[in-house]
């Protein structure tokens, strides 16, 4: 199993691609502004698209669904609960300058402690919402993809449409930080981190 990550479009989104080597069975996870260009790398590499994954639904971090889902067989998935989000994206996106035509419908509706099966390797879902109501981090082995709940050095925002600041620390506390300190944390932008390393030098976690 190998996680890819790409650093993609004007907001610095990290898209990712999960891949079971083993099945040639791949994911792709938050497609952002010109993800569309690892199609090619899919296709180069004869990967079979399985899942477009959304760990939320703010617009972008969805942008490039429509793609996927007309270009491949892949199904969305969501978790409801960010649905009202979802249905919004030309809206999210009129609010910063850009104009988005509605997305697909999600195909999936993800819940807490579902497993989604990528050939051999199982992709756990759980649900960790405060920065978006329906936001969750996908567990793939010891690697937890979190979309904008948790960055290296610091945490979500949650001034955006359906934030709520208590709800994103109750997460934090009592799911993320109860992940093994060695688990690796990509997050929707910038670098890597781990559990461990925020635990001790996040700022916003001390008080936790």
Do not use: K
Not at 4 to 21: A, C, H, S, W
Not at 24 to 30: E, L
Not at 185 to 193: E, F, M, Q
């Amino acid at each position: 199993m190998a996680i890819l990550q790409f650093r993609l479009g004007p907001m610095d989104n990290n898209t990712y691609l999960i891949v079971d080597e083993t099945t040639a069975s791949a994911a792709i996870v938050d497609p952002s502004f010109d993800s569309e260009t690892l199609l090619s790398q899919i296709h180069a590499n004869r990967w079979n698209l399985r899942y477009i994954l959304n760990t939320h639904a703010h617009f972008d971090h969805i942008v490039g669904n429509a793609f996927y889902a007309t270009h491949t067989d892949a199904p969305i998935a969501l978790h409801p609960a960010d649905l009202h989000l979802y249905h919004a994206l030309p809206d999210q996106a009129r609010l910063f300058g850009f104009e988005i035509p509605p997305a697909p419908e999600p195909q999936i509706l993800l819940t807490d402690q579902q497993t989604l099966q990528l050939g051999h390797t199982p992709i756990r879902v759980m649900h960790t919402p405060g920065h978006s109501p329906g936001g969750v981090t996908f567990l793939v082995e010891n690697q937890a993809l979190v979309g904008d709940c948790l960055f290296a050095g610091s945490i979500g925002r949650t001034d955006l449409p359906g934030g709520a600041w208590h709800t994103l620390l109750h997460t934090i506390h009592t799911r993320l930080l109860a992940l093994p300190d060695d688990t690796t944390v990509l997050p929707g932008h910038g670098p890597a981190t781990t559990i461990g390393t925020e635990r001790r030098h996040n700022p916003y976690l001390q008080e936790l």
